[in-house]
Protein backbone atom coordinates (compact mmCIF):
# COMPACT_ATOMS: atom_id res chain seq x y z
CA UNK A 1 0.00 0.00 0.00
CA UNK A 2 1.71 3.42 -0.98
CA UNK A 3 2.19 6.07 2.11
CA UNK A 4 3.53 9.56 1.41
CA UNK A 5 7.17 10.00 2.39
CA UNK A 6 8.05 12.39 5.17
CA UNK A 7 11.49 13.16 4.29
CA UNK A 8 10.61 14.37 1.09
CA UNK A 9 10.10 18.17 0.38
CA UNK A 10 6.82 18.16 -0.88
CA UNK A 11 4.25 18.40 1.78
CA UNK A 12 2.09 15.49 2.72
CA UNK A 13 -0.82 16.69 1.82
CA UNK A 14 0.05 17.30 -1.86
CA UNK A 15 1.67 13.87 -2.11
CA UNK A 16 -1.75 12.35 -1.44
CA UNK A 17 -3.63 14.71 -3.47
CA UNK A 18 -1.59 13.40 -6.09
CA UNK A 19 -1.57 10.17 -5.54
CA UNK A 20 -5.43 10.57 -5.83
CA UNK A 21 -5.74 12.16 -8.91
CA UNK A 22 -3.43 9.15 -10.36
CA UNK A 23 -5.36 6.48 -8.48
CA UNK A 24 -8.64 8.09 -10.64
CA UNK A 25 -7.03 8.59 -13.52
CA UNK A 26 -5.85 4.86 -13.71
CA UNK A 27 -9.69 3.64 -12.82
CA UNK A 28 -8.99 2.56 -9.25
CA UNK A 29 -11.92 5.01 -8.35
CA UNK A 30 -14.26 5.75 -11.32
CA UNK A 31 -16.26 8.82 -12.11
CA UNK A 32 -19.52 9.43 -9.34
CA UNK A 33 -17.86 6.65 -7.28
CA UNK A 34 -17.37 7.10 -3.27
CA UNK A 35 -13.93 7.74 -1.92
CA UNK A 36 -13.16 6.45 1.02
CA UNK A 37 -13.48 8.75 4.04
CA UNK A 38 -11.53 11.29 5.71
CA UNK A 39 -10.94 9.19 8.59
CA UNK A 40 -10.36 5.81 6.74
CA UNK A 41 -7.65 7.48 4.51
CA UNK A 42 -6.16 8.84 7.28
CA UNK A 43 -6.07 5.84 9.19
CA UNK A 44 -4.55 3.86 5.81
CA UNK A 45 -2.07 6.49 5.25
CA UNK A 46 -1.03 6.73 8.67
CA UNK A 47 -1.51 10.57 8.55
CA UNK A 48 -3.79 13.16 10.41
CA UNK A 49 -7.13 13.79 9.59
CA UNK A 50 -6.81 17.21 8.55
CA UNK A 51 -3.86 16.07 6.12
CA UNK A 52 -6.53 14.14 4.16
CA UNK A 53 -9.26 17.25 4.95
CA UNK A 54 -6.26 19.33 2.69
CA UNK A 55 -5.95 16.84 -0.06
CA UNK A 56 -9.51 16.88 -0.84
CA UNK A 57 -9.92 20.16 -0.71
CA UNK A 58 -6.80 20.38 -3.27
CA UNK A 59 -8.60 18.11 -5.51
CA UNK A 60 -11.69 19.70 -4.92
CA UNK A 61 -10.76 23.06 -6.10
CA UNK A 62 -9.53 20.98 -9.21
CA UNK A 63 -12.64 19.71 -9.70
CA UNK A 64 -11.92 16.08 -9.41
CA UNK A 65 -13.75 15.25 -6.75
CA UNK A 66 -17.28 16.51 -5.09
CA UNK A 67 -18.26 16.15 -1.30
CA UNK A 68 -21.99 16.84 -0.05
CA UNK A 69 -22.87 16.66 3.22
CA UNK A 70 -23.98 13.66 4.67
CA UNK A 71 -23.31 11.46 1.15
CA UNK A 72 -19.43 11.64 1.39
CA UNK A 73 -17.02 12.38 -0.96
CA UNK A 74 -17.23 11.03 -4.51
CA UNK A 75 -15.14 11.47 -7.69
CA UNK A 76 -16.77 14.16 -10.02
CA UNK A 77 -18.93 12.74 -13.00
CA UNK A 78 -18.21 16.02 -15.31
CA UNK A 79 -14.52 16.07 -14.93
CA UNK A 80 -14.74 13.11 -17.31
CA UNK A 81 -17.92 13.98 -19.18
CA UNK A 82 -17.60 15.81 -22.72
CA UNK A 83 -16.81 19.35 -21.71
CA UNK A 84 -14.47 19.08 -18.34
CA UNK A 85 -14.53 21.86 -16.06
CA UNK A 86 -11.26 22.10 -14.20
CA UNK A 87 -10.67 24.89 -11.69
CA UNK A 88 -6.73 25.75 -12.30
CA UNK A 89 -4.64 24.54 -9.56
CA UNK A 90 -3.71 28.13 -7.93
CA UNK A 91 -1.44 26.99 -5.20
CA UNK A 92 0.60 25.16 -7.84
CA UNK A 93 0.52 28.32 -9.62
CA UNK A 94 1.67 30.10 -6.39
CA UNK A 95 4.73 28.76 -5.62
CA UNK A 96 6.01 29.33 -9.28
CA UNK A 97 7.72 32.12 -10.57
CA UNK A 98 11.47 33.31 -10.10
CA UNK A 99 10.94 34.76 -6.63
CA UNK A 100 11.62 33.27 -3.85
CA UNK A 101 8.87 34.00 -0.64
CA UNK A 102 10.11 36.39 2.09
CA UNK A 103 12.28 35.08 5.37
CA UNK A 104 9.81 33.48 7.71
CA UNK A 105 10.57 35.83 10.65
CA UNK A 106 9.45 38.62 8.12
CA UNK A 107 6.25 36.68 7.07
CA UNK A 108 5.79 36.23 10.77
CA UNK A 109 6.06 39.75 11.62
CA UNK A 110 3.79 41.15 8.90
CA UNK A 111 1.31 38.38 10.21
CA UNK A 112 1.30 39.52 13.70
CA UNK A 113 0.84 43.31 13.20
CA UNK A 114 -1.48 42.75 10.74
CA UNK A 115 -3.50 40.33 12.97
CA UNK A 116 -3.18 42.52 16.17
CA UNK A 117 -2.35 46.08 15.20
CA UNK A 118 -2.05 47.31 18.94
CA UNK A 119 1.16 45.46 19.03
CA UNK A 120 4.11 47.59 20.06
CA UNK A 121 5.98 48.24 17.03
CA UNK A 122 9.62 48.35 17.09
CA UNK A 123 9.79 46.00 13.81
CA UNK A 124 8.71 48.41 10.57
CA UNK A 125 11.73 50.60 9.34
CA UNK A 126 9.85 53.72 8.91
CA UNK A 127 8.70 56.70 10.89
CA UNK A 128 5.85 56.78 13.09
CA UNK A 129 2.69 58.80 11.68
CA UNK A 130 3.27 61.41 14.08
CA UNK A 131 7.15 62.00 12.74
CA UNK A 132 5.92 62.08 8.87
CA UNK A 133 5.44 65.55 7.60
CA UNK A 134 1.26 64.80 6.64
CA UNK A 135 0.22 68.41 7.50
CA UNK A 136 2.67 69.80 5.18
CA UNK A 137 2.51 67.29 2.81
CA UNK A 138 -1.63 68.13 2.51
CA UNK A 139 -1.22 71.67 2.64
CA UNK A 140 0.67 71.69 -0.46
CA UNK A 141 -1.52 69.13 -1.99
CA UNK A 142 -4.13 72.15 -1.61
CA UNK A 143 -1.55 74.90 -2.31
CA UNK A 144 -0.17 73.34 -5.66
CA UNK A 145 -2.35 70.81 -7.26
CA UNK A 146 -1.11 69.56 -10.02
CA UNK A 147 -3.02 70.47 -13.18
CA UNK A 148 -0.35 68.97 -15.88
CA UNK A 149 -0.80 66.49 -18.21
CA UNK A 150 -2.00 63.05 -17.07
CA UNK A 151 -1.04 60.57 -19.94
CA UNK A 152 2.01 58.45 -19.78
CA UNK A 153 5.23 60.25 -18.08
CA UNK A 154 8.67 59.76 -19.30
CA UNK A 155 9.97 56.64 -17.69
CA UNK A 156 13.41 57.90 -16.44
CA UNK A 157 10.75 60.41 -14.02
CA UNK A 158 8.85 63.83 -13.77
CA UNK A 159 11.21 66.56 -14.68
CA UNK A 160 10.64 69.26 -11.85
CA UNK A 161 11.41 66.05 -9.51
CA UNK A 162 14.19 65.42 -11.29
CA UNK A 163 15.62 69.31 -11.15
CA UNK A 164 14.51 69.30 -7.86
CA UNK A 165 16.52 66.53 -7.01
CA UNK A 166 19.70 67.99 -8.90
CA UNK A 167 19.57 71.38 -6.18
CA UNK A 168 18.88 68.76 -3.09
CA UNK A 169 21.71 66.67 -3.90
CA UNK A 170 23.93 69.68 -4.28
CA UNK A 171 23.09 71.07 -1.28
CA UNK A 172 22.42 68.42 1.35
CA UNK A 173 24.84 65.65 -0.06
CA UNK A 174 27.33 67.79 -1.82
CA UNK A 175 26.49 65.24 -5.49
CA UNK A 176 26.96 67.64 -8.44
CA UNK A 177 24.47 66.06 -10.88
CA UNK A 178 21.93 66.69 -13.47
CA UNK A 179 18.29 65.39 -14.31
CA UNK A 180 19.99 63.74 -17.17
CA UNK A 181 21.48 61.26 -14.88
CA UNK A 182 18.50 60.90 -12.27
CA UNK A 183 16.47 58.16 -12.58
CA UNK A 184 13.30 58.09 -10.34
CA UNK A 185 12.54 54.76 -8.60
CA UNK A 186 9.68 53.48 -6.45
CA UNK A 187 11.84 53.54 -3.35
CA UNK A 188 14.89 52.67 -3.63
CA UNK A 189 13.60 48.90 -3.18
CA UNK A 190 13.20 49.32 -7.04
CA UNK A 191 16.70 50.83 -7.58
CA UNK A 192 18.14 47.81 -5.81
CA UNK A 193 16.00 45.80 -7.62
CA UNK A 194 16.88 46.93 -11.42
CA UNK A 195 20.23 46.78 -10.41
CA UNK A 196 20.21 43.45 -9.00
CA UNK A 197 17.83 42.00 -12.61
CA UNK A 198 18.85 44.30 -15.55
CA UNK A 199 22.58 45.15 -14.52
CA UNK A 200 24.22 41.62 -13.30
CA UNK A 201 23.38 37.81 -14.81
CA UNK A 202 22.66 35.02 -12.90
CA UNK A 203 25.88 33.22 -11.37
CA UNK A 204 27.55 36.75 -10.66
CA UNK A 205 29.25 37.42 -7.94
CA UNK A 206 28.52 40.43 -5.02
CA UNK A 207 29.69 41.25 -2.09
CA UNK A 208 27.22 42.85 0.51
CA UNK A 209 27.54 43.69 3.91
CA UNK A 210 27.39 41.65 7.03
CA UNK A 211 24.74 41.89 8.62
CA UNK A 212 22.96 44.26 6.12
CA UNK A 213 19.46 44.63 5.16
CA UNK A 214 20.01 43.20 1.72
CA UNK A 215 20.13 39.70 3.68
CA UNK A 216 16.62 40.74 4.73
CA UNK A 217 15.47 40.35 0.97
CA UNK A 218 15.71 37.30 -1.06
CA UNK A 219 15.49 39.92 -4.11
CA UNK A 220 19.44 38.31 -4.31
CA UNK A 221 19.08 35.33 -3.98
CA UNK A 222 15.81 35.29 -6.88
CA UNK A 223 17.93 36.85 -9.44
CA UNK A 224 20.83 34.05 -9.00
CA UNK A 225 23.69 36.12 -7.80
CA UNK A 226 25.88 34.69 -5.02
CA UNK A 227 26.63 36.51 -2.14
CA UNK A 228 30.08 37.03 -0.49
CA UNK A 229 30.16 39.25 3.09
CA UNK A 230 32.44 42.04 4.11
CA UNK A 231 31.91 42.14 8.07
CA UNK A 232 31.10 45.47 9.48
CA UNK A 233 32.59 46.32 12.85
CA UNK A 234 32.17 49.59 14.26
CA UNK A 235 34.27 51.69 11.68
CA UNK A 236 31.72 49.82 9.05
CA UNK A 237 33.60 47.20 6.43
CA UNK A 238 37.14 46.83 5.78
CA UNK A 239 37.84 48.15 2.30
CA UNK A 240 40.75 45.76 1.94
CA UNK A 241 38.32 42.51 2.20
CA UNK A 242 36.61 43.95 -1.10
CA UNK A 243 40.07 42.91 -2.68
CA UNK A 244 40.36 39.71 -1.26
CA UNK A 245 36.94 39.07 -2.14
CA UNK A 246 37.67 39.85 -5.71
CA UNK A 247 40.72 37.66 -5.78
CA UNK A 248 38.46 34.64 -4.89
CA UNK A 249 35.32 35.05 -5.74
CA UNK A 250 35.59 37.85 -8.99
CA UNK A 251 33.03 39.73 -7.29
CA UNK A 252 30.98 42.26 -9.86
CA UNK A 253 29.54 44.74 -7.49
CA UNK A 254 29.81 45.86 -4.25
CA UNK A 255 26.57 46.86 -2.13
CA UNK A 256 26.77 49.44 0.87
CA UNK A 257 25.18 50.96 3.16
CA UNK A 258 27.85 53.83 4.62
CA UNK A 259 25.66 56.07 6.61
CA UNK A 260 24.01 54.88 9.77
CA UNK A 261 24.09 51.28 8.30
CA UNK A 262 20.78 49.12 8.80
CA UNK A 263 20.69 47.32 10.89
CA UNK A 264 23.97 48.26 13.06
CA UNK A 265 23.68 52.04 12.74
CA UNK A 266 27.50 52.39 11.84
CA UNK A 267 28.70 55.04 10.49
CA UNK A 268 31.76 54.13 7.60
CA UNK A 269 34.81 56.19 8.90
CA UNK A 270 36.47 58.87 6.58
CA UNK A 271 39.66 57.39 5.82
CA UNK A 272 37.53 53.77 4.76
CA UNK A 273 34.97 56.00 2.37
CA UNK A 274 38.90 57.07 0.89
CA UNK A 275 40.32 53.71 0.31
CA UNK A 276 37.06 52.27 -0.54
CA UNK A 277 37.09 54.11 -3.57
CA UNK A 278 40.92 53.02 -3.93
CA UNK A 279 39.99 49.77 -4.30
CA UNK A 280 37.12 50.43 -6.82
CA UNK A 281 38.57 52.11 -9.17
CA UNK A 282 41.44 50.26 -8.59
CA UNK A 283 39.58 46.39 -9.55
CA UNK A 284 37.21 48.90 -11.35
CA UNK A 285 34.46 47.79 -9.80
CA UNK A 286 31.47 49.01 -9.17
CA UNK A 287 29.78 50.37 -5.85
CA UNK A 288 26.11 50.52 -5.11
CA UNK A 289 25.65 53.27 -1.70
CA UNK A 290 22.34 53.08 -0.89
CA UNK A 291 21.94 56.31 1.49
CA UNK A 292 18.19 56.44 2.77
CA UNK A 293 19.56 57.31 6.21
CA UNK A 294 21.98 60.03 6.15
CA UNK A 295 19.54 63.36 6.23
CA UNK A 296 18.37 61.64 9.77
CA UNK A 297 21.52 62.59 11.36
CA UNK A 298 20.71 63.71 14.71
CA UNK A 299 23.39 66.27 14.94
CA UNK A 300 25.65 68.07 12.49
CA UNK A 301 25.69 66.21 8.77
CA UNK A 302 27.17 62.73 8.23
CA UNK A 303 30.21 62.41 6.04
CA UNK A 304 30.44 62.94 2.18
CA UNK A 305 28.95 60.36 0.45
CA UNK A 306 31.24 57.78 -1.59
CA UNK A 307 28.99 59.45 -4.93
CA UNK A 308 30.68 62.96 -3.71
CA UNK A 309 34.11 62.37 -3.66
CA UNK A 310 34.07 59.59 -6.44
CA UNK A 311 37.15 60.44 -8.64
CA UNK A 312 36.34 58.04 -11.27
CA UNK A 313 32.57 57.44 -11.35
CA UNK A 314 32.67 53.86 -9.57
CA UNK A 315 29.30 55.22 -7.56
CA UNK A 316 25.78 54.29 -8.45
CA UNK A 317 24.08 56.38 -5.60
CA UNK A 318 21.07 55.24 -4.06
CA UNK A 319 18.40 58.03 -2.04
CA UNK A 320 15.13 57.93 -0.81
CA UNK A 321 11.89 60.11 0.52
CA UNK A 322 11.25 56.89 2.90
CA UNK A 323 13.03 57.52 5.81
CA UNK A 324 13.74 61.29 6.33
CA UNK A 325 9.76 62.03 5.00
CA UNK A 326 7.00 59.34 4.10
CA UNK A 327 7.60 55.85 2.91
CA UNK A 328 4.28 55.34 1.43
CA UNK A 329 4.93 58.25 -0.62
CA UNK A 330 7.10 55.46 -2.80
CA UNK A 331 9.56 57.46 -4.10
CA UNK A 332 13.30 56.79 -4.91
CA UNK A 333 16.18 57.73 -6.67
CA UNK A 334 19.17 56.62 -8.25
CA UNK A 335 22.02 58.69 -9.58
CA UNK A 336 23.99 56.93 -12.02
CA UNK A 337 26.35 57.22 -15.32
CA UNK A 338 23.91 58.53 -18.26
CA UNK A 339 24.41 54.83 -20.03
CA UNK A 340 22.74 53.30 -17.02
CA UNK A 341 20.13 55.37 -16.22
CA UNK A 342 19.34 55.27 -19.92
CA UNK A 343 18.97 51.12 -19.23
CA UNK A 344 16.88 50.99 -16.42
CA UNK A 345 14.58 53.44 -17.65
CA UNK A 346 14.02 51.28 -20.91
CA UNK A 347 13.47 48.17 -18.09
CA UNK A 348 11.03 50.53 -16.40
CA UNK A 349 8.99 51.37 -19.11
CA UNK A 350 8.67 47.23 -19.18
CA UNK A 351 7.78 46.62 -16.31
CA UNK A 352 5.59 49.70 -14.96
CA UNK A 353 5.72 52.63 -17.49
CA UNK A 354 7.88 54.60 -14.57
CA UNK A 355 6.31 55.79 -11.23
CA UNK A 356 2.77 58.32 -11.18
CA UNK A 357 3.30 61.81 -11.50
CA UNK A 358 1.33 62.42 -9.04
CA UNK A 359 3.53 61.34 -5.84
CA UNK A 360 6.73 63.14 -7.49
CA UNK A 361 5.10 65.99 -8.02
CA UNK A 362 4.11 66.12 -4.38
CA UNK A 363 7.94 65.21 -3.55
CA UNK A 364 9.20 67.49 -5.60
CA UNK A 365 7.00 70.50 -4.26
CA UNK A 366 8.41 69.78 -0.99
CA UNK A 367 11.87 69.59 -1.43
CA UNK A 368 11.76 72.79 -2.66
CA UNK A 369 9.25 74.57 -0.12
CA UNK A 370 10.01 76.04 3.22
CA UNK A 371 8.52 73.15 4.97
CA UNK A 372 11.46 70.82 4.24
CA UNK A 373 13.94 72.28 6.54
CA UNK A 374 11.99 72.66 9.41
CA UNK A 375 10.59 69.49 9.08
CA UNK A 376 14.43 67.75 9.07
CA UNK A 377 15.28 69.99 12.37
CA UNK A 378 11.88 68.20 14.35
CA UNK A 379 12.96 64.84 12.67
CA UNK A 380 16.17 65.12 13.90
CA UNK A 381 14.80 66.11 17.86
CA UNK A 382 12.09 63.60 17.75
CA UNK A 383 14.64 60.62 16.49
CA UNK A 384 17.16 61.55 19.15
CA UNK A 385 14.48 61.88 21.84
CA UNK A 386 13.40 58.91 20.76
CA UNK A 387 16.51 57.11 20.83
CA UNK A 388 17.25 58.23 24.04
CA UNK A 389 13.39 56.66 25.61
CA UNK A 390 14.93 53.09 24.48
CA UNK A 391 18.51 53.13 25.84
CA UNK A 392 16.77 54.59 28.95
CA UNK A 393 14.23 51.69 28.79
CA UNK A 394 17.12 49.01 27.76
CA UNK A 395 18.95 50.41 30.73
CA UNK A 396 16.06 49.87 33.27
CA UNK A 397 14.69 46.91 32.27
CA UNK A 398 17.42 45.02 30.70
CA UNK A 399 21.06 46.24 32.50
CA UNK A 400 23.79 43.65 31.82
CA UNK A 401 22.00 41.59 29.54
CA UNK A 402 22.16 43.60 26.70
CA UNK A 403 24.80 45.58 24.54
CA UNK A 404 24.44 47.91 21.89
CA UNK A 405 26.71 51.22 20.34
CA UNK A 406 24.33 54.08 20.57
CA UNK A 407 23.82 55.17 17.13
CA UNK A 408 23.97 59.19 15.68
CA UNK A 409 21.20 58.85 12.78
CA UNK A 410 19.15 56.07 11.50
CA UNK A 411 15.78 54.95 13.20
CA UNK A 412 17.33 51.49 14.29
CA UNK A 413 19.38 50.47 17.40
CA UNK A 414 21.43 47.21 16.77
CA UNK A 415 21.61 44.92 20.34
CA UNK A 416 23.58 41.80 21.31
CA UNK A 417 21.48 39.80 23.90
CA UNK A 418 23.77 38.46 26.68
CA UNK A 419 21.86 35.49 27.41
CA UNK A 420 21.58 32.71 24.43
CA UNK A 421 18.39 32.27 23.71
CA UNK A 422 16.40 30.89 20.92
CA UNK A 423 15.23 34.21 18.70
CA UNK A 424 12.52 32.33 17.28
CA UNK A 425 10.84 31.71 20.84
CA UNK A 426 12.12 35.07 21.85
CA UNK A 427 10.01 36.67 19.29
CA UNK A 428 6.98 34.60 19.88
CA UNK A 429 6.74 35.47 23.63
CA UNK A 430 7.33 39.43 22.71
CA UNK A 431 3.89 39.38 20.46
CA UNK A 432 2.46 37.14 23.31
CA UNK A 433 3.53 40.13 25.60
CA UNK A 434 2.42 42.50 23.21
CA UNK A 435 5.54 43.99 21.11
CA UNK A 436 7.27 42.92 17.94
CA UNK A 437 11.03 43.45 17.24
CA UNK A 438 13.09 41.50 14.37
CA UNK A 439 15.39 39.14 14.87
CA UNK A 440 18.78 39.87 13.78
CA UNK A 441 19.70 36.85 12.06
CA UNK A 442 16.98 37.85 9.69
CA UNK A 443 19.89 40.64 8.78
CA UNK A 444 22.18 37.81 7.91
CA UNK A 445 24.18 38.13 11.48
CA UNK A 446 24.52 35.04 13.80
CA UNK A 447 21.39 34.74 16.18
CA UNK A 448 21.64 36.87 19.37
CA UNK A 449 20.99 40.10 17.71
CA UNK A 450 17.97 42.11 17.56
CA UNK A 451 17.13 44.96 15.54
CA UNK A 452 14.81 47.66 17.60
CA UNK A 453 13.37 50.20 15.47
CA UNK A 454 12.83 53.81 17.89
CA UNK A 455 11.44 55.44 14.88
CA UNK A 456 7.80 53.47 14.59
CA UNK A 457 6.24 53.22 17.98
CA UNK A 458 4.76 56.44 19.76
CA UNK A 459 7.37 57.99 22.27
CA UNK A 460 4.93 56.90 25.27
CA UNK A 461 4.75 53.25 23.99
CA UNK A 462 8.82 52.27 23.81
CA UNK A 463 9.29 52.30 27.43
CA UNK A 464 6.16 49.57 28.42
CA UNK A 465 7.37 47.75 24.84
CA UNK A 466 10.83 46.95 26.32
CA UNK A 467 9.33 45.85 29.15
CA UNK A 468 7.63 43.88 27.58
CA UNK A 469 9.93 42.38 25.80
CA UNK A 470 12.38 41.96 29.34
CA UNK A 471 9.23 39.86 30.43
CA UNK A 472 9.97 37.88 27.51
CA UNK A 473 13.17 37.37 27.55
CA UNK A 474 13.62 36.57 31.18
CA UNK A 475 11.27 33.71 30.91
CA UNK A 476 12.74 32.23 28.01
CA UNK A 477 16.59 32.49 30.51
CA UNK A 478 14.18 30.47 33.05
C1 LIG B 1 19.19 50.26 3.77
C2 LIG B 1 17.86 50.28 3.09
N1 LIG B 1 17.79 50.36 1.75
C3 LIG B 1 16.62 50.39 1.12
C4 LIG B 1 15.43 50.33 1.80
C5 LIG B 1 14.13 50.37 1.02
O1 LIG B 1 13.44 51.54 1.31
P1 LIG B 1 12.43 52.30 0.31
O2 LIG B 1 12.19 51.40 -0.85
O3 LIG B 1 11.21 52.55 1.11
O4 LIG B 1 13.14 53.54 -0.10
C6 LIG B 1 15.45 50.19 3.19
C7 LIG B 1 14.18 50.03 3.93
O5 LIG B 1 14.15 49.69 5.09
C8 LIG B 1 16.69 50.19 3.85
O6 LIG B 1 16.77 50.10 5.17
Not at 103 to 108: A, L, S
Not at 119 to 127: C, K, M, T, V, Y
Not at 144 to 162: E, F, I, V
Not at 240 to 252: E, S, V
Amino acid sequence: MWKPDRNSKKALFEQIADNLEQRISYGEFPPGSLLPSERKLAEQLGVNRSTVILAFAELRAMGIIESRTGSGTRVSSSKWGATPRHTPNWSRYSEGGSFLPNPPFMRRIREALTQHPSLIDFASGELAAELAPSAEIAALMREQQYTGYLGYDNPQGYTPLRQSLVTYLGKYRGIQTTESSILITSGSQQSLFLITQCLLAPGDAVAIEDPSYCYSLPMFQSAGLRLFRLPVDRQGIQPGDIRTLFKKHRIKMVFLNPNFQNPTGTLLGSEERKQLLDVASELGLPLVEDDPFSLTAYEGAPPLPLKAIDPVGSTLYIGSFSKIAASGLRVGWMVAPNAIVKRLADARQQMDFGLSVIPQQIASEFLKSSYFEPHLERLHTQLLYRRDLLIEALEKELPDLVQYSVPQGGLHLWCKLVPEVHDGKLLEETIKKGAVFVPGSVYGSDAGYVRFTFARPKAEEIGPGIAMFAEALRELMG
